[in-house]
């Protein structure tokens, strides 16, 4: 009978330790999944300022459009200082069109960022639930085995009466 007790002791104490290393290995997990989101959101705040630096850049493109248009309407440069302003102006919507590319794939990656973080904050959440539910379990496990060795030492004590 206490070899059975004692099995069952062994028993518990596995699964205690088990459910310990599973507590640690879903620790670290969290742990390693709020570095990422950490990451994610610093290359968020990387990205919103290149974005808000693309805003700018393209403002200026657009006042300095605006500015050569205006000095060809005007017409008092000559026919060769007309083609360099078109020339320029070229250039300027070129800047402004990479600008806005470029802006829409900052956004677009902001986008995808908040959605990795989303989905990160979602991973964290589970193997918090889990985390919880493990450290439920050891609680479970202590309190068996506690009951476990009540159990024993009355058994003990009932058979050194007899």
């Excluded at 596995?14 to 290359?43: F, I, M, S, Y």
């Excluded at 493109?61 to 070229?90: C, F, P, V």
């Amino acid at each position: 009978m206490s070899d059975r007790i004692r099995e069952k002791m062994n028993q518990l104490r596995g699964e205690v330790e088990a459910a310990t290393k599973r507590a640690e290995e879903a620790e670290a997990k969290n742990k390693n999944l709020e570095q990422q989101l950490l990451e994610k959101e610093h290359e968020t705040k990387s990205l919103t300022i290149k974005l808000e630096q693309l805003d700018s850049q393209l403002e200026k493109a657009e006042h300095s459009i605006a500015d050569s248009k205006a000095d060809r309407d005007a017409g008092e440069s000559t026919k060769m200082t007309n083609e360099g302003l078109t020339r320029k102006i070229q250039l300027l919507e070129d800047e402004l069109d990479a600008a806005e590319k470029n802006v829409k794939e900052t956004v677009e990656k902001l986008r995808q960022v908040d959605v990795k973080a989303e989905h990160f904050e979602r991973q964290v959440q589970r193997a918090e639930q889990e985390r919880d539910m493990w450290e439920k379990k050891y609680e479970d496990a202590v309190a068996k085995f506690k009951a476990a060795e009540k159990d024993l030492a009355d058994l003990e004590a009932s058979m050194a009466d007899l």
